[in-house]
Every structure is written in structure tokens, then in C-alpha cells.
Nanobody, 125 residues
Framework: QLQAYGGGLVQPGGSLRLSCAAS????????TGWFRQAPGKEREFVSA????????YYSDSVKGRFTISRDSAKNTVYLQMNGLKPEDTAVYSC????????????????????WGQGTQVTVSS
């Protein structure tokens, strides 16, 4: 089970930190990703991390503003979101694959086996 939390309402330029906690499974050696879906739009890749080597990947739209990280002791993945824009408004979900996804796959939601419920992020003044 994955649980994502930390969303909320924030003004443009503000920050939020999302958390994705796992229970009943371990993130160790997994690939964990964040995806988002805005109303009327398809789900899109945001960021991913490979636990084996701590490699991190970002979509072009969030690169330089968002940072993904992990805490092995807490079995948790974080998404620090800075410089938020109205176009970042979406439901953010975390997902995990119990292994190492290759670069061409980790951006695709269909490769992830486990999903948490989403958390709403709204960026508005």
C-alpha cells in the first residue's frame, strides 16, 4: 500500500512537500514515481527515483523546481515542489515498481504496479 499526502492550496511561487509512504512493501530496489493529472488532461509523469543508485528523473516542466528524494529508514519518498505555478495544479499520485525501470519505461504509468491515492495540489492566488 502506498499513501500520498501533503497536498493543499498554495499561492503561485509557493512551496509544498509531498510524501509517499509505503506499508506492506519496501521501496528498497524499487523505482518510485510521481505522476499528476489535471482536470480534463491525461496523467503525466512528474518525477522518479531509482532506489538502487538514487538516480533521479524529472519532466521538463518541473525540472529545476521540484526535487525528489527518499528516506530509507522511513520507507518514504518525497517530492519537494518549489516555485509552484497555476499549471502545476493537479492530483498528484505516487507509484512504485518493484525493480529498476529503464529510462524509457520509468516515465510511463503503465509500468508501475503499485499506486497510492492522489493528493490534491492547487496553486492559486
Amino acid at each position: 500500500q502506498l499513501q500520498a499526502y501533503g497536498g493543499g492550496l498554495v499561492q503561485p511561487g509557493g512551496s509544498l512537500r509531498l510524501s509517499c509512504a509505503a506499508s506492506g512493501l519496501t521501496f528498497r530496489s524499487s523505482t518510485t514515481g510521481w505522476f499528476r493529472q489535471a482536470p480534463g488532461k491525461e496523467r503525466e509523469f512528474v518525477s522518479a527515483i531509482r532506489w538502487t543508485n538514487n538516480s533521479k528523473y524529472y519532466s521538463d516542466s518541473v525540472k529545476g523546481r521540484f526535487t525528489i528524494s527518499r528516506d530509507s529508514a522511513k520507507n518514504t519518498v518525497y517530492l519537494q515542489m518549489n516555485g509552484l505555478k497555476p499549471e502545476d495544479t493537479a492530483v498528484y499520485s505516487c507509484a512504485a515498481y518493484p525493480g529498476t525501470l529503464i529510462l524509457s519505461s520509468l516515465r510511463l504509468a503503465g509500468y508501475y504496479n503499485y499506486w497510492g491515492q492522489g493528493t490534491q495540489v492547487t496553486v492559486s492566488s
